[in-house]
């Protein structure tokens, strides 16, 4: 993720994705069982409190495409649904005409 194209927010983002990807792999050490459960605590407190439900009406055509989408992905649709969202939420979802135009796709 050290590209040269990669935008950083500022030095310090810079600098901590350049320090975690500078430790080699094979010299990480397995967490303790008992702080391995600790994280994976946390992991589900934080998962829990920051997602919401949200009910959404769509044409019986449209959600039979993402459920087929879905299944070529190997993914249940409302987890489909949930990455699109976000990657659009986020400015990640790129359009493919785009890419092709301007010949970044590949």
Request: charged content about 35%; proline content about 3%.
């Amino acid at each position: 993720m050290t590209d040269d194209k990669f935008e950083y927010l500022d030095d310090e983002e810079k600098n901590l994705i350049e320090s975690i990807e500078s430790v080699p792999v094979d010299q990480l050490k397995p967490a303790s069982p008992s702080h391995a459960g600790e994280m994976v605590k946390a992991a589900r407190t934080y998962v829990r409190e920051e997602q919401t439900k949200m009910n959404l009406r769509i044409s019986r055509s449209d959600l039979e495409r993402i459920k087929k989408q879905a299944e070529k992905e190997g993914l249940k649709y409302q987890s489909l649904v949930k990455s699109v969202l976000h990657k659009y939420v986020t400015g990640q979802l790129v359009d493919a005409k785009i890419l092709t135009h301007h010949n970044i796709a590949d």
